[in-house]
């Protein structure tokens, strides 16, 4: 990507595809002033980024706060912008293996990663970025082992983007998601990953889960059932050694989503962690939400428990 064409500075329509954004609406009362100069500030920051001796400084500089709410649009169609980010991204892939990249090359490309969670949070670029397949450029970062600062930064920045697009309950971004690798790429970060990052990680499973769609490509097959389940399985063991009430919600959600599913609530019945059955993490439960997500999930499995027993009963009797 380093022979990228340099483009002109000028707001017309470009990487999305689409009109330029509007006018910004006016703020009443003495703040406009202020807030006009903030944002000819963002848009000459955004210009700044096609240019490559300035395009640091102005990494810096947007990714350090969401400056305006239109940020997103006003990245999305500046020319050249995305372009320029996505170098930013494939410039660092000769540094993922071996391992090597600095704290300031890894600073610099989180920076960019910012601005493009700006576009994937914003519902006018949201679906725009999906049909431009940027994720994937992400995907180099979330299949790294390294757990060194630069490493784990990048990382869990990449998981940032992927889970401000699940945030919003949107079956078409759930779609698009599953054709890609992302399912093996967070158990992997789950299984890795810092306690934050393992975090995000689970947390994108469990929103893929809360959909319909995900939920029955998950348990569709035993070989993709299994491999959540024994990652999910794995830390539930870990947090036995270093709690996280946080993580541990989130295991406890996607379990009783999983146990929402017929055919993969029966196989919880035999490999749901005794942990989560023998009160081991009552002490760590303070939240009720968790609480009851907890005794909903025992309930649906022991359910299956009742029903196994009431019908080998049945064939008891009618055997005899």
């Keep these: 990507m380093s022979n990228f064409p340099q483009q002109p500075h ?38 700044d980024l096609c240019e490559p001796d300035l395009r640091e400084n102005a990494l810096g500089e947007l990714s350090k706060r969401e400056i305006f709410q239109d940020l997103a649009p006003l990245l999305w169609n500046a020319y050249g912008t995305i372009a320029a980010l996505l170098q930013e991204i494939v410039s660092i892939y000769p540094f993922l293996s071996p391992p090597t990249l600095s704290p300031g090359a890894s600073n610099r490309v989180c920076n960019a990663l910012a601005l493009l969670q700006c576009v994937a949070s914003h519902p006018d670029t949201r679906i725009l970025f999906l049909n431009a397949h940027i994720p994937l450029y992400l ?3 979330l299949n790294t082992t ?13 998981l940032g983007v ?9 079956t078409e971004v759930i779609s698009f998601l599953l054709q890609t690798e992302i399912i093996p790429l967070c158990l ?7 306690e934050l990052s393992k975090t995000v990680a689970t947390f994108i499973v469990q929103k893929i889960l809360l959909d319909d769609v995900g939920l029955r490509y998950i348990c ?41 599913h017929p055919r993969a609530c029966g196989s919880l019945n035999n490999c749901l962690p005794n942990m989560l059955k023998d009160g081991s993490f009552n002490n760590y439960i303070d939240d009720p939400t968790t609480r009851h ?28």
């Excluded at 024994?230 to 009430?245: D, K």
Aim: a positive charge; proline letters at 6%.
């Design 220 to 260: 569709a097959t035993a070989e993709r059932f299994y491999a959540v389940g024994q990652v999910l399985g794995s830390m539930v063991t870990s947090l036995a050694e270093q709690p996280s009430t946080r993580l541990l919600k989130h295991i406890i959600r996607c379990y009783l989503r999983l146990s929402e």
């Design 146 to 158: 390294s757990k060194t600062k630069p490493f784990e930064y990048l990382r869990l920045t990449s």
């Design 188 to 194: 992997r970060t789950m299984e890795m990953g810092s």
């Design 10 to 47: 000028c707001l017309a329509p470009a990487f999305g595809g689409g009109a330029a954004p509007p006018p910004l609406p006016s703020a009443a009362g003495g703040g406009q002033p202020v807030r006009d100069r903030k944002i000819a500030s963002a848009e000459q920051l955004v210009l």
């Design 162 to 170: 992927i889970g401000a697009l699940v945030k919003v309950d949107d």
């Design 293 to 320: 997500w907890l005794q909903q999930l025992l309930h649906n499995v022991g359910g299956i428990n009742r029903v196994a027993n009431l019908q080998g009963g049945l064939d008891h009797i009618i055997g005899s």
């Design 139 to 141: 995907y180099p970062f």
